[in-house]
């Protein structure tokens, strides 16, 4: 029977979120859905440093949509497939199966996940954050909650302060730094360099912590032309910070 | 000596108004059977119509029969449509019900559907088709935007109530829609609007709420703020139920006591949904009318068990109460010993795909309920073990269910205990909850449970069953024993072609019969379909045209259904009615 590869209807975000279950044998199903689990541990560029602050307990439900979920829960199937092939496929998605309304599934799906990040993602700390960018007139505020990864902020401050802009905007800039030896280029030319003030008043270069450290720590932020950044001492630790990770 | 007739010489108004007492509709199609004045008495005075299978009955058909109806409700898609059983395009298309209607039913005022497809251009024809349009209630509808729900708004001065509910809404407007209420309309009562993915004009809402006096229900969705909650229900303190929107926001003392006050000041408020996102610190805010509480869905909440412990603790007058499995047992303990007037639990999944348990629930959390709460009547409970120990004290400590719907997750799981299959667990429920009309089957079952429920389940109108049986004897049993069965579904059974056709008759008793993943045979439905001209024999079949297949190759899917329209016209290119004229079909 080959009801279980039937997709095309609504919810495409729940098949991603679906793990299986044992069942009737239709087995080419749940290769698919690993398959994409997969390719998303592959390409994840922007959440590769992201720090797996998350509480892996078996407590926490897997229906979160946060792509470092699925992440953090691709490790318990890695050892199912690979490492038994000779197993029967342990759990073949089956449409319709258990009979959760897709309404009730999506609902679901697109919420915060219990527990520690659930509770950490509520907190009170201040996700408001100032951003002055060198030779704008004004300043403007962004909630750093608001982004989920560095690539989803640099692209909001780019179209934020595009007018201001000459030359190279801040995405391009935000890539590079995770690249060393652009970075001396970047330090080096009339680009931006985006910075951020931290909990203990240094100014650090944005980039170089996982992405929820950074909202948790980041004060303020300052986008400043890279020579600049260089001149108030900031190349030196930022060399020595990627020195350290490589 | 002269003979006595009896006839009842009563005046025919005197007839009517004695009827207009009587709005259900079992006893009105009752009454139309005594006699043939009494039938057109009946007929010409009835205001309520519910059509349970919009495919049963043309629209032409009952404006014939019933030229002024007042309120008519509809059903489309079958019940495994939810579940995404059936393919996108099958039917239930609601356009020519409402063309035809507004024409023929001017006065017509309430409109509710279930699973049906409605387009804008229907909602804009009842928005200016019917001038005294007060109730429209759309439950888990689709094919229609926010612009249609403009032209209600704009248009029907008199409307009472707008109900989305869980209907799929493609949200265009950015909240205008919500604008197009005049400043002149103050009639609303009920707005639910839960559904909707994007955020409404929080200041049309605001005055909207202002100025319906009569407002009662009001359920917003998810994109409204928690800190806007309070000014709302400053202007309807008068709600009864409420759902609100997204319940976290930084936690702010001023926001708290703002909310605590906004719901204390809801004297009437027994009835709260909502709860997206919630925040734990938060939820002390309700607190103070947790005493009032009949109904509380906490279906979308994730709260730990602790929480919902504190919460439920404080509502002994709780007579519904949805949640997610992240109550536990320890959680459902707690209910039954403060809910002793619970007439309604259910109990959903958190994480339906995962591959282990993720919350500490199990049949026991059940158990206790079922002892705690004398009143209880209808279960929905999801879980991943049961034995039939666990049922056999449900059933017999609950014999005044009336539905009881268990998912164990993992099909054909068996007695957890025992390893033995459920039948007699199931079986102790239908033999001892003598009124049960409703019942879902899950966990490892043979032919045995629907011999039980053939022979016990006198009562019963619908059946749910997947992953059970092992021969067409199952199905047999039901068929021919289950009296007032009006909708059986059924997936991934091995019942084939010998027990449907051996209870066709039956079927003609029955709304409507599911059956996929099966092993009825093309052959089966099409004899079927010839020896049951009152019979839609559908076969829903993706892989192409059952012909191209011998005819002992088992259907996909099949969906039988009573009617007296013959077969619908709107079918799409995988869907074939078996009847000998296929040129019938419109692609």
Known sequence: ?246 | MQKMSYTFSFPEEVLEHVFSFIEGERDRNAISLVCKSWYEIERWCRRKVFVGNCYAVSPVMVIKRFPEVRSIALKGKPHFADFNLVPEGWGGYVCPWIAAMACAFPWLEEIRLKRMVITDDSLELIAKSFKNFKVLVLTSCEGFTTDGLAAIAANCRNLKELDLQESEVDDLSSGHWLSHFPDSYTSLVSLNISCLGNEVSLSALERLLGRCPNLQTLRLNRAVPLDRLPNLLSRCPQLVELGTGVYSTEMRPEVFSNLEAAFSGCKQLKSLSGFWDVLPSYLPAVYPICSRLTSLNLSYAIIQSSDLIKLISQCPNLLRLWVLDYIEDAGLYTLAASCKDLRELRVFPSDPFGLEPNVALTEKGLVSVSEGCPKLQSVLYFCRQMSNAALHTIARNRPNLTRFRLCIIEPRTPDYLTLDPLDSGFGAIVEHCKDLQRLSLSGLLTDRVFEYIGTYGKKLEMLSVAFAGDSDLGLHHVLSGCDNLRKLEIRDCPFGDKPLLANAAKLETMRSLWMSTCSVSYGACKRLGQKMPRLNVEVIDERGPPDSRPDNCPVEKLYIYRTIAGPRLDMPGFVWTMEDDSSLRIE
């Open chain 1, 1 to 246: 029977m080959e009801v279980g590869l039937k997709k095309k209807n609504m919810g495409f975000e729940e098949t991603e979120l679906r793990l299986g279950l044992p069942g009737n044998g239709a087995s080419g199903t749940e290769e698919v859905l690993r398959k994409r689990g997969f390719s998303e541990t592959q390409t994840q560029d922007d959440t590769a440093s992201v720090d797996l602050m998350l509480n892996l307990s078996s407590k926490e439900p897997t229906t979160g949509a946060d792509p470092t979920d699925k992440h953090n829960t691709l490790p318990k199937e890695k050892t199912l497939l690979p490492a038994d092939p000779a197993k029967p496929p342990a759990k073949a998605q089956v449409v319709g199966w258990p009979p959760v309304r897709s309404f009730r599934k999506n609902m679901l799906a697109v919420q915060k996940s219990v527990g520690e990040e659930g509770e950490k993602n509520s907190s009170p700390n201040a996700s408001f954050v100032k951003v002055s960018m060198d030779g704008a007139p004004y300043l403007r505020k962004v909630d750093l909650k608001m982004y989920k990864s560095y690539r989803e902020l640099s692209d909001s401050l780019g179209k934020m302060f595009s007018s201001f802009t000459i030359g190279n905007c801040e995405s391009q800039g935000m890539k590079d730094f995770m690249n060393e030896s652009k970075l001396m280029d970047l330090l080096n030319s009339s680009d931006y360099v985006p910075t951020y003030e931290d909990k203990d008043g240094d100014w650090m270069l944005v980039g170089d912590v996982p992405w929820e450290m950074f909202v948790e720590s980041c004060k303020r932020l300052r986008i400043m032309k890279g020579k600049e950044a260089i001149g108030l001492g900031l190349a030196p630790r930022a060399m020595a910070k990627s020195k350290n990770r490589s």
